[in-house]
């Protein structure tokens, strides 16, 4: 039984690639001969699901079962496939209109190109009741040239009448010293590899994202604002205004590599192929939405890394040895542990407010933020970069 397993993932380059799943990698690599009409993707965040999902993708469209290597492997593995379509939360959930626009309207419908269509549908577990029921209904009658994929890190928070129709597969969690050896093996130096490893908290994608010097840029920049925060009321000002100047920076980038990807489907004179308006209408709207939440994500991302400073700052001042840091490749500094638990509680409230609310100015809650890091900072000691 495992032979046949092993025999089938390396018969799918494309499988192969997904480190630390055995077991969920050997099924996909036989199921992708004769796939079942949907599936859940169940497995904490980090553990390799959205890397498993697009080689699975690209498994189901290739002729080769996923070379890794074909027109339809790259653009499946860059979800950038005109049969691939690709479903997330819009906010705090995913919408019953968009559900219906995206999967139960196209899938009864013929597709881009010859070939199955494939539904991503991302963080399921915030599909509203409506949308459910939407879904619900192209699972009783699938059309027989389409999968979806149904990823979850709380795949019980699923309807039963969802789960029950599809097969689960189950993804591990992936312990700190696996994702340190696998980000050192594809090249990542090892001091960076742990503290890649450490902050991401065991989750691979993000490890290998901050797996470069660019990679942790946002830590930079959090070292940079609590630094001004440090200098009171008119510095904590400067913070909020350095932080949103980056967020800014980084979502420009997304809008420059989206051009770069829209090659593919481009004819001599730079203009969309007709048999690909469709779809590049889709890659169209969904870079929209990433490029709303890009600001949103950059920002969380900052705060994290203000909130990881300080938590090491406080480990340090509560006697907690080198093991016990975030970032380990740094001094923590020592300092107030009144004022730096509060200033953690700042940073925490910050980020809880963006998340919940996607209509407050992002501004203002920085501002507020740093505006108390700062208070702390007069009043009980500075926050030492």
């Given at each position: 039984?495992?032979?046949?397993?092993?025999?089938?993932?390396?018969?799918?380059?494309?499988?192969?690639?997904?480190?630390g799943?055995?077991q969920?990698?050997?099924?996909?690599?036989q199921?992708?001969?004769?796939?079942?009409?949907?599936?859940v993707f169940a497995?904490?965040?980090?553990?390799?699901?959205?890397l498993a999902a697009?080689?699975?993708?690209a498994a189901?469209?290739?002729?080769?079962?996923g070379?890794g290597e074909c027109?339809?492997?790259?653009?499946?593995?860059?979800?950038?496939?005109?049969?691939?379509?690709?479903?997330?939360?819009?906010?705090?959930?995913i919408?019953?209109?968009?559900?219906r626009?995206e999967?139960?309207h196209?899938a009864?419908?013929?597709?881009?190109?010859p070939?199955?269509?494939v539904?991503?549908?991302?963080?399921?577990?915030?599909?509203n009741p409506?949308?459910?029921?939407v879904?619900?209904?192209?699972l009783?009658?699938?059309?027989a040239?389409?999968v979806?994929?149904?990823?979850?890190?709380?795949?019980?928070?699923?309807?039963?009448?969802?789960?029950s129709?599809c097969?689960?597969?189950t993804?591990r969690p992936l312990?700190?010293?696996?994702?340190v050896?696998?980000l050192?093996?594809?090249?990542a130096?090892?001091?960076?590899?742990?503290?890649?490893?450490?902050l991401?908290?065991?989750?691979?994608?993000?490890?290998?994202?901050?797996?470069?010097?660019?990679?942790?840029g946002f830590?930079?920049?959090?070292?940079?604002?609590?630094a001004?925060?440090r200098?009171?009321?008119?510095?904590?000002?400067?913070?909020?205004?350095?932080?949103?100047?980056?967020?800014?920076?980084y979502?420009?980038?997304?809008?420059?590599?989206?051009?770069?990807?829209?090659e593919?489907?481009?004819?001599?004179r730079?203009?969309?192929?007709?048999?690909y308006?469709?779809a590049?209408?889709?890659?169209?709207?969904r870079?929209k939405?990433?490029?709303?939440r890009a600001?949103?994500?950059?920002?969380?991302?900052?705060l994290?890394?203000?909130?990881?400073?300080?938590?090491?700052?406080?480990v340090?001042?509560?006697?907690?040895?080198?093991?016990?840091?975030?970032?380990?490749?740094l001094?923590p500094?020592?300092?107030?542990?009144?004022?730096?638990?509060?200033?953690?509680a700042?940073?925490?409230?910050?980020?809880a407010?963006?998340?919940?609310d996607?209509?407050l100015?992002?501004?203002?809650v920085?501002?507020?933020?740093?505006?108390?890091?700062a208070?702390?900072?007069e009043g009980?000691?500075?926050?030492?970069?």
């Amino acid at each position: 039984m495992r032979d046949g397993g092993e025999r089938a993932v390396r018969g799918s380059p494309v499988l192969e690639r997904v480190p630390g799943q055995e077991q969920a990698v050997s099924f996909l690599a036989q199921a992708a001969a004769r796939p079942h009409h949907a599936y859940v993707f169940a497995g904490p965040e980090g553990s390799g699901k959205q890397l498993a999902a697009r080689a699975f993708v690209a498994a189901l469209l290739c002729e080769r079962r996923g070379c890794g290597e074909c027109r339809a492997c790259r653009l499946a593995l860059a979800e950038r496939h005109p049969n691939v379509f690709v479903v997330e939360p819009e906010g705090r959930e995913i919408h019953v209109e968009t559900v219906r626009e995206e999967v139960w309207h196209p899938a009864y419908r013929t597709p881009p190109e010859p070939g199955r269509k494939v539904f991503v549908i991302r963080e399921a577990d915030r599909l509203n009741p409506a949308a459910a029921d939407v879904l619900l209904k192209v699972l009783e009658e699938p059309p027989a040239d389409a999968v979806l994929l149904l990823l979850s890190a709380r795949a019980h928070e699923l309807p039963e009448t969802v789960l029950s129709r599809c097969h689960v597969v189950t993804f591990r969690p992936l312990a700190e010293p696996f994702v340190v050896e696998t980000l050192i093996s594809e090249g990542a130096p090892p001091e960076l590899a742990r503290v890649a490893a450490r902050l991401s908290g065991g989750n691979l994608g993000r490890a290998r994202r901050l797996a470069t010097v660019e990679g942790l840029g946002f830590r930079d920049v959090a070292r940079d604002a609590m630094a001004r925060a440090r200098e009171g009321p008119a510095g904590a000002l400067a913070a909020a205004d350095l932080v949103l100047a980056a967020a800014e920076a980084y979502r420009k980038g997304l809008a420059e590599e989206f051009r770069a990807e829209l090659e593919p489907f481009l004819d001599e004179r730079g203009r969309v192929e007709e048999a690909y308006r469709g779809a590049v209408r889709r890659i169209e709207t969904r870079q929209k939405r990433r490029e709303r939440r890009a600001e949103r994500d950059f920002l969380d991302r900052v705060l994290l890394a203000c909130s990881a400073l300080l938590r090491d700052r406080l480990v340090a001042a509560l006697g907690g040895g080198p093991d016990l840091l975030l970032n380990a490749d740094l001094d923590p500094g020592r300092g107030s542990v009144a004022a730096d638990a509060r200033a953690v509680a700042a940073i925490e409230e910050a980020r809880a407010a963006l998340a919940e609310d996607l209509n407050l100015n992002p501004r203002l809650v920085l501002e507020q933020a740093f505006l108390r890091l700062a208070g702390e900072a007069e009043g009980r000691g500075s926050l030492h970069r």
